[in-house]
């Protein structure tokens, strides 16, 4: 019976050192699944990534980021909404990062014939995305805007 015992404290012992280690390992592993760099500005993105992205005139609270090593990133608060704009060469699908569920999809052509793509989740959030000379981009828009406002935002990022 002792033998039984002393069998159980050892795996007993085994296995809560077993769960530190492992908790160890968890942490180290999400500290650099999604790595935010934080950037100075977006010339950083044509250094860095080949990628010409910045926030539209008359944006505040602009902040740059570098994510994973391959997507551009720029948030930005313009006429009292937040937006994020991202572009990436490598990253195509869901490059927006939005995973509700799409209440309204709309789609529409704008010169040189490219897609852009506009969903709207139940929670109000828009988020567009279109593809130009090998880049892919989207807009996170944390609000509703018409759509020929978010269709001239489109035009003038490929220009």
């Not at 530190?20 to 934080?38: G, V």
């Not at 989740?121 to 018409?146: A, E, F, K, R």
Request: charged share 20%; aromatic share 10%.
């Amino acid at each position: 019976m002792k033998i039984i015992i002393l069998f159980i404290c050892l795996c007993l012992a085994s296995s809560i050192g077993g769960c530190k280690n492992k908790d160890e390992s968890n942490y180290n592993q999400l500290s650099i699944a999604n790595p935010y760099d934080s950037v100075e500005s977006s010339n950083d993105f044509s250094d860095n990534l080949g990628i010409t992205l910045d926030a539209p005139f008359g944006a505040t609270d602009v902040s740059y980021f570098i994510l994973n090593k391959k997507i551009a990133q720029v948030d930005f608060v313009l006429n009292d909404i937040h937006f994020t704009f991202r572009a990436s060469k490598t990253v195509k699908d869901m490059l927006h990062g939005v995973y509700e569920p799409v209440k309204k999809y709309e789609q529409f052509f704008i010169e040189n014939n490219i897609e852009v793509n506009i969903n709207t989740t139940d929670d109000g959030t828009q988020t567009v995305t279109w593809s130009n000379n090998n880049i892919n981009y989207s807009l996170t828009i944390d609000g509703l805007l018409d759509t020929d406002t978010i269709l001239s935002f489109v035009q003038a990022s490929i220009q």
